[in-house]
Nanobody, 120 residues
Framework: VQLQACGGGLVQAGGSLRLSCAAS??????MGWFRRAPGKEREFVARMWSRSSTYYAEYADSVKGRFSISRDNAKNTLNLQMNSLKPEDTAVYYCAARSSILPSGEYDYWGQGTQVTVSS
């Protein structure tokens, strides 16, 4: 199983970036994005899970209204559209997946991370 994240880069404050995470080896019910800023602990950004053919999303308060998570099941990818970026969004972003069908709990698989830098 592999998670391959891409799409990071350098952008000015107020700009946008779109991250993608391609999963290979299996499909997952729950996938999410996390980030780690310099000198800080890793933090939750957003997650998406399905139940009875309906998809649900959850966001950290700090990104609500600016970030949007989505899935492309045909490509087995997870996307994160990031708009109105702020310098405090600067971090390494990681995609992750849970092996369990349940949406809550620890994540078992992690991608390698992609750097997002927002300049002021």
């Amino acid at each position: 199983v592999q998670l391959q994240a891409c799409g990071g880069g350098l952008v000015q404050a107020g700009g946008s970036l779109r991250l993608s995470c391609a999963a290979s080896g299996r499909t997952f019910n729950t996938m999410g994005w996390f980030r780690r800023a310099p000198g800080k602990e890793r933090e939750f950004v957003a997650r998406m899970w399905s139940r009875s053919s309906t998809y649900y999303a959850e966001y950290a308060d700090s990104v609500k209204g600016r970030f949007s998570i989505s899935r492309d099941n045909a490509k087995n990818t997870l996307n994160l559209q990031m708009n109105s970026l702020k310098p405090e969004d600067t971090a390494v972003y990681y995609c992750a997946a849970r092996s369990s069908i349940l949406p809550s709990g620890e994540y078992d698989y992690w991608g390698q991370g992609t750097q997002v830098t927002v300049s002021s």
